[in-house]
Structure formats: structure tokens, C-alpha cells
């Protein structure tokens, strides 16, 4: 069985809303991708409405090429694939705002594109096989930051999460490299003690280890840009962006904001924030869910 599994984060970097690391399983060797899938950072401009739907339309349609069925709305789309996360604090900061219903496409467009998919798997002898999503909102970076774990940290424990869910037998595996770093041994040993590890290769480019388990062998990449040298990183990238730009819509109608935000460290976010600061607690907005504190 050639299995593979391709990882990527969403929202490292930004002030506002949740990271998001994402995988997406695969059988088979894929010879040429499906027309469309592209590294999300190419794949999606949020001021873009034409590129919104574009992104709600192909990831529903890898969701109903998954699983035969449409998800009722974006909570539900967020707890199949992300089947652990929640709110934490009880605010429901993140959840409460979520549209009751998809935006963008209608049913009939999101089918046929899911129809395409299929076709293009047994074309390619291929098959998606699952996806995963792990969530750390907010308030969960703030207490991490709190306990001294770097955002780096966090980041690769979120990838350590979403291949114990989903590598469940032997698999090759493709991750982005996190933050530039070039040797993640410490990491490895800290989230897989249980493994023996081989270190194949370790540059600025590419690092390569083996995961030597009794009943499973992994082999693991982190690359640069690997949105574009593995099919299954770049949908799993499509899908974490989706997921959260679903929950900067709730977080952007929770703050009744003027103009959409998109929580990262522009002008725009950092001016909009100033404004609110002193408002926080007359609005009852909790800080902790909201800003980032590194």
C-alpha cells in the first residue's frame, strides 16, 4: 500500500484567529494533479469574492469526494474534519458567529467538481483516503506561550498530532519545513518516544528522517514550499485555509467590524485593533481569545 500524507499549517504568523495544520491522505502515486489545486497562498486573495468561492467550492468538493456527502454548514464542515477541537474558555468566541449556511456555491456546482475528482482518481490510480485538521485558537497559543513553548513548537506538535491520526500504517510523509528550521531530532523524540530515529538528511531545503516503529516505518520530509512538489500537502493546505477563514467570517461579525479584517499583521488589523482595545471588556470580548500574545 503506497500511502502518503501530505501536512501544512494555516496561520502561523497572524494576530488574530486560529493556526490551523492540516493533512490530507492518499493512496496511490500521483503522475499529474487535478486541474486547479494549488498552493493556497497562489489558490486564495481574501479581498477577492470570485477567489473565496473558489476556495469554499474545491474544498466542499474534496470533503464530498471523501465522504459521499455534503456537510449542513461550516460548524459541522469544522467538527468532521476537526473532530477535536472546541472551545476551551466556554466563551465560544471563535464558534458563535459561524454563517448558518455556505456562501458562495450552490450544491449542484460543489457535485460536480467532486464528480471530477473522482473521475481524476481512477484516471491517476489514486485515492484520497482522509483528512485531519488540528485547531489551536487563541486562547490555547496565549496559555502555551504562558508555559514557554515557541510558536515553532506548537506548530510541529500540531504535525506530530495529525500524523498519529491519520498514518496509521506505513506512509511517506511530506511537511512543510516550520519556521526555517533545519534539525527537528528534539522534536521527534519528544513527540514520538516510542520510535526508534534515523536521520537521512538535514539542510535548510530539505530535512529527512526515518520513524522506525515494531508494526510501521515512516518516512518523513520537511521541505521548503512543499504546496508545490506534493498534491496532498497543497489540498491539505486548501483545506486549513478554508477552515480558518471560516472563523475569521465569525471573529469579523462577533467584532462588527466596518471593513472584513483578515487578522493578520497589516494596517488594517493592527488599526482596527487599536480602536477596540479599550472596548474589550464594555463589549465583553474576551482578550484571550482574541489577540495572540506572541
Known amino acids: 500500500m503506497n500511502l502518503q500524507l501530505g501536512i501544512d499549517e494555516n496561520g502561523l504568523g497572524p494576530l488574530l484567529g486560529p493556526l490551523v495544520i492540516t493533512g490530507m491522505l492518499l493512496e496511490g502515486k500521483i503522475q499529474e494533479w487535478f486541474p486547479g489545486i494549488a498552493d493556497s497562498k497562489k489558490f486564495f486573495i481574501s479581498s477577492v469574492r470570485e477567489s473565496r468561492k473558489k476556495l469554499e467550492l474545491f474544498s466542499l468538493a474534496i470533503f464530498h469526494a471523501l465522504h459521499g456527502y455534503l456537510p449542513e454548514n461550516p460548524a459541522c464542515f469544522i467538527k468532521n474534519v476537526a473532530p477535536r477541537a472546541g472551545c476551551l474558555t466556554g466563551t465560544e468566541f471563535c464558534w458563535s458567529c459561524l454563517a448558518s449556511s455556505f456562501t458562495y456555491c450552490q450544491e449542484e456546482e460543489i457535485i460536480n467538481l467532486s464528480v471530477s475528482l473522482r473521475q481524476w482518481e481512477e484516471k491517476q490510480k489514486v485515492k484520497l483516503k482522509n483528512l485531519y485538521c488540528e485547531i489551536f485558537c487563541p486562547a490555547c497559543l496565549n496559555a502555551l506561550f504562558q508555559q514557554g513553548h515557541s510558536k515553532s513548537f506548537i506548530d510541529f506538535c500540531g504535525f506530530a498530532e495529525v500524523i498519529r491520526y491519520l498514518a496509521t500504517d ?3 510523509i511530506q511537511a512543510g519545513k516550520i519556521g526555517g528550521t533545519k534539525n527537528y531530532l ?3 523524540r ?17 530535512s529527512t528522517y526515518q520513524l522506525i516503529f515494531p508494526e510501521k516505518v515512516y518516512t518523513l520530509n520537511f521541505s521548503v514550499e512543499v ?8 489540498s491539505a493546505s486548501l483545506i486549513g485555509k478554508f477552515v480558518r477563514e471560516l472563523f475569521m467570517e465569525s471573529i ?6 466596518n471593513f472584513r479584517i483578515s487578522g493578520y499583521r ?3 488589523t493592527r488599526a482596527f485593533l487599536i480602536g477596540l482595545l479599550p472596548q474589550l471588556e464594555e463589549k465583553n470580548i474576551p482578550s484571550r481569545c482574541l489577540i495572540r500574545n506572541a
Do not use: M, V
Not at 227 to 234: G, V
Open 266 to 268: 497589516d494596517k488594517k
Open 170 to 172: 506505513t506512509a511517506t
Open 252 to 257: 469579523n461579525k462577533k467584532l462588527d467590524s
Open 186 to 188: 528534539t522534536w521527534l
Open 190 to 206: 519528544y513527540s514520538f518516544p516510542e520510535a526508534r530515529i534515523k536521520i537521512l538528511k538535514e539542510t535548510h531545503q530539505l
Open 227 to 234: 504546496e508545490k512538489k506534493s498534491f496532498a500537502a497543497a
